[in-house]
């Protein structure tokens, strides 16, 4: 069975930072790509950014308005992926969803349970 | 503002078939496909329909997509107070190198 398990969200002032990590199981990590969703309090979805494979080039993608502040990593040999987030405005605060990203068709199949980030003072 | 336009709100009588639209441009749903999700409150999202029209193993089949230019729909046949949620599209975006979501229509079984 997929599993993901954010953590790491936090109240945090802005300007702050904060790492947060999902910890995968049930299959294998190594082999796909990844990403982070996130929806603000009573908001829609909003796309954060992805993470494609190492045989992928293992480069990353992210959304217009948290480029040059957050950073997408992983590390294959703990099945754990990483969200950088720097310079930590108010309208970052939200839920942090994780998710396996099919690099086929570009779905997101399987999602954590997600993770609350609030910024604010 | 999304990127990909949906209703508000679509609502419908027990047994009743729905759509939801989700409108977009030659950037996005014009040339990839669109995927949708299903969101009930406090819970994470689920895949519904990928690839335009796929249905992933364990979705009912009363779930169905489908694509023509610019815009896709999602269609739930036989409405039932199980479907009432939160319902998103989304799809790629070549002009910004992005993945775009519509604003969500939420479903209410009358």
């Known amino acids: 069975e997929v599993q993901l398990v954010e953590s790491g969200g936090d109240l945090v002032k802005p300007g702050g930072s904060l790492r947060l990590s999902c910890a995968a199981s049930?299959?294998?990590?190594?082999?796909?790509?990844m990403a982070w969703v996130r929806q603000a309090p009573g908001r829609g979805l909003e796309w954060v950014g992805r993470?494609?494979?190492?045989?992928?080039?293992?480069?990353?993608d992210y959304a217009g308005v948290v480029n040059g502040r957050f950073t997408i990593s992983r590390d294959d040999s703990k099945n754990t992926l990483y969200l950088e987030m720097n310079s930590l405005k108010t309208e970052d605060t939200a839920v942090y969803y994780c998710t396996t990203n099919d690099w086929n068709y570009g779905h997101f199949d399987h999602w954590g349970q997600g993770t609350l980030v609030s910024v604010s003072s | 503002q999304s990127v990909l336009t949906q209703p508000p709100s679509v609502s419908g009588a027990p047994r009743q078939r729905v759509t939801i639209s989700c409108s977009g441009s030659?950037?996005?749903?014009?040339?990839?496909?669109v995927n949708w999700y299903q969101q009930f409150p406090g819970k994470a999202p689920k895949l519904l329909i990928y690839y335009d029209d796929l249905v992933p193993s364990g979705v009912s089949d009363r779930f169905s997509g489908s694509r023509s230019g610019t815009s896709a729909s999602l269609a739930i046949r036989g409405l039932q107070s199980e479907d009432e949620a939160d319902y998103y599209c989304s799809s790629w975006d070549d002009r910004l190198n992005a993945l775009v979501f519509g604003g969500g229509t939420k479903v209410t079984v009358l």
């Open positions: 030659t950037s996005n749903v014009g040339d990839n496909g």
């Open positions: 049930g299959f294998t990590f190594s082999n796909a790509w």
């Open positions: 993470i494609k494979i190492r045989a992928h080039g293992g480069t990353s």
